[in-house]
């Protein structure tokens, strides 16, 4: 790992004024491009001083909704450190009762703009899936939970895709797409803020092989890289 850069040095939870979501994507996309370097900002980096700032309030400046899978860690991926970024986990990156409820608290405690929904490449939970579909056999009822979520996503693909390493990859990205369209259109809180124009609902999809983040879905022509 690389020293450290002075790249937004004050935790961005210190300031009370909210970004706009413009600004948080391209932030986002500096953070990860310097994960992607191999380079960290001091801001990044926990101190007691950022811990003790953090303890009464925090400022987050996206929500991320990612998979639980132990190496798509968000924050480290976005080169992000404490109180930056507001994390849902859970396997298959899904859209869950409790899950929106959570980015939807976000969005309305906190004022947060962008809401990032993140698959992975290889994910698990998609794979499973496939693996469902093709032989209909689950151990556990709330593994089962999660597959019947992604279900209606990938299920149109697997007649039209015989490689197996291109239906994961084009299933993985359905998956994203359905989450995001979910939030977009699933929530009256969060259908309000993105009418008006207070909200940005995009899919990402994060390389495990290199690292980057595509952010391939939702991204209005003006802001895309």
Not at 103 to 117: P, R, S
Request: with cysteine; proline share 5%.
């Amino acid at each position: 790992m690389n020293t450290p850069t002075n790249h937004d040095a004050v935790p961005q939870s210190s300031s009370p004024k909210q970004i706009d979501f413009a600004t948080a994507l391209q932030r986002l996309r500096d953070g990860n491009r310097r994960f992607v370097q191999d380079v960290r900002s001091i801001a990044a980096l926990a101190t007691t001083a950022q811990r003790a700032a953090l303890a009464s309030a925090q400022s987050p400046f996206a929500v991320i909704l990612s998979c639980a899978d132990s190496r798509v860690p968000s924050e480290m991926v976005f080169d992000q450190g404490l109180g930056s970024l507001f994390v849902v986990r859970v396997a298959g990156n899904i859209v869950a009762p409790s899950l929106v409820g959570s980015i939807e608290y976000a969005v309305d405690t906190f004022g947060v703009q962008l809401v990032v929904v993140m698959g992975h490449t290889s994910c698990g939970a998609v794979k499973a899936t496939l693996d469902y579909l093709e032989h209909p056999a689950v151990g556990s009822k709330n593994v089962l939970d999660i597959v019947e979520r992604i279900r209606p996503a990938v299920a149109p693909l697997v007649s039209s895709c015989s490689d197996h390493n291109a239906l994961l990859s084009a299933a993985t990205r359905a998956n994203v797409r359905a989450s995001a369209s979910q939030l977009r259109s699933g929530s009256p809180l969060l259908k309000s803020q993105l009418e008006a124009g207070r909200l940005l609902v995009v899919g990402a999809e994060y390389s495990l092989e290199t690292g980057v983040v595509d952010m391939f879905d939702g991204v209005p022509a003006s802001l895309r890289a």
